[in-house]
């Protein structure tokens, strides 16, 4: 797809076995509580903006995906109550920060494969007090974010980037 994909109002969609592409703006944007996007073997790449954004309450569920060479934040995930688990997926070269959750939003990143790497910002990114990253195992905290030009581990104003023992929360 040549374009954006928007999810909204309460809506899930899911997604699989596709390339999504925007150079005038965003990759795949969820927003408002209630709304889900699943993602299978999706690639959103060259966009002008963000790769994925979630925001609002909406939820992310992604495996085997590949965010990579997007022009602001590979995926950001935005708010209390928004959510994205990210199993067996990568996030690289990417103008701004591989992963970032902001302001209360939580990300889970598991699977052997996951890897944040080589992008210009910071690899894992956590802003905002109630913001957090969970690394859980087989990935490790210290291995899966790596090359980024600016920190790997990223954790501002009372954000939390950790290593959970277990793949719940």
Known sequence: ILGSIVVNSSKSVSIADLTVK???GWGLYAIDVGTSMSLHNVQIAECWNHGVYVNFGAKLNARDCQVRQNG??????????TTALLTDCTSHHN???????????AV?????????YNNEGDG???YFDGTIINVSQPCNLHDVSHGNKAQNINRVLGGTVQQKIGSKR
Do not use: Q
């Open 95 to 105: 103008r701004g920060a591989g992963v970032f959750a902001n302001s209360g939003g």
């Open 22 to 24: 925007n150079p005038s």
């Open 108 to 116: 889970d990143l598991m699977g052997a494969r996951t890897s944040v």
């Open 72 to 81: 602001g934040h590979g995926v950001w995930v935005d708010g209390f109550t």
């Open 124 to 126: 894992l990114l956590a």
